[in-house]
């Protein structure tokens, strides 16, 4: 298995943190800070998991990922949301637009980890 997951966060704290902890257990992580390209960033090189925050520039994670969902080639990438709003609505939004998980920020490693894992396998 790749093992390879793609970032898609524009604040650096949160992609310096994840990416170490990803990649201590084992992941490749890339990362990609612009919701404008990020549809393009991800079926250029599709990995095995994407990691998208909803507040973006360029373009919100919601636009993204109804993208991911509606292209044959990106359907089944899991997506994990990330956002530091976590009103119900937001969760409720990204559910029905196909989001595998939703996590609000400020999140914990081992919670990030957990998830991270649980999706993989299956």
Do not use: C, Y
């Amino acid at each position: 298995m790749g093992r390879r997951v793609l970032l898609i966060e524009d604040e650096p704290n949160i992609i310096e943190a994840l990416s170490f902890i990803l990649t201590r257990d084992g992941w490749t992580v890339h990362t990609h800070a612009d919701g404008q390209t990020a549809s393009d960033r991800i079926r250029s090189l599709p990995p095995d998991l994407v990691i998208l925050d909803v507040m973006l520039p360029g373009r919100s994670g919601f636009d993204i990922l109804r993208d991911l969902r509606a292209d044959a080639a990106t359907a089944a990438i899991p997506v994990l949301m990330l956002t530091a709003r976590g009103q119900p609505k937001d969760r409720d939004l990204a559910m029905a637009l196909g989001a595998s998980h939703f996590m609000t920020k400020p999140f914990s490693n081992a919670d990030m980890l957990e998830q991270v894992r649980l999706l993989m396998a299956g």
